[in-house]
């Protein structure tokens, strides 16, 4: 399968491999993960996320969200090892992160992954269900890439969360759910 080159600047590199893992199924995800809705402090002011989410892995924490300590099942190990396999010089994922876009009108803004405990140098995820726009933008010139992801897609960032901000703009026309699979290496 042939890697799709979205950015190469330096030692920042995103790519995408269309429908790597298009044989697996949405409802395979969408009914074996404990999906919750978190509420996220934003400007002082509590509101919910524009989307479910879960965790497994290392304990975690992000913006006012805290994820205990949660196995990754023998499902999602499988999943990562193969995603591993395309990611030659990735640290080993030991944690995923999982997104549930109900609809278009579920998000998630601009963003860096650069908490202290993951390992920048590759983040990957994987993409089931209706196909979204995944935005990159970089943080100093403000250039942005769309990158459209459909189901089965991987999308590999390599040293990004440094210069690039992303994000999953709102969709309106898209009725259809997604789910998103992020792996990444969390130092201990």
Known sequence: ????CIINQ?????????????????DTWYK?????????????????EPRLTAWMG????YSTIRWPERPLTPEVVELR???????????????CLFNLYRHGVDSMGWHRDNEHEIDPACIASVSFGATRDFAIRHRETKKKWMVCLGH????????????????????????????NLTFRALRS
């Open 152 to 179: 089965g897609d991987l999308l590999v960032m390599e040293n990004m969360q440094r210069d690039f901000d992303h994000a999953l703009p709102k969709r309106l026309k898209v009725h259809e759910p997604r789910i």
């Open 10 to 26: 330096g030692s920042s590199a995103c790519w995408v491999v269309r429908e790597a893992f298009a044989a697996s199924q949405f």
């Open 1 to 4: 399968m042939e890697k799709e």
């Open 81 to 95: 090892d193969a995603v591993q396999g395309f990611c030659d010089a990735a640290p080993v994922f030991n944690a």
């Open 32 to 48: 074996h993960i404990p999906w919750q809705q978190n509420a996220i402090t934003v400007y002082g002011k509590e509101h919910l």
């Open 58 to 61: 290392p304990a975690y924490a």
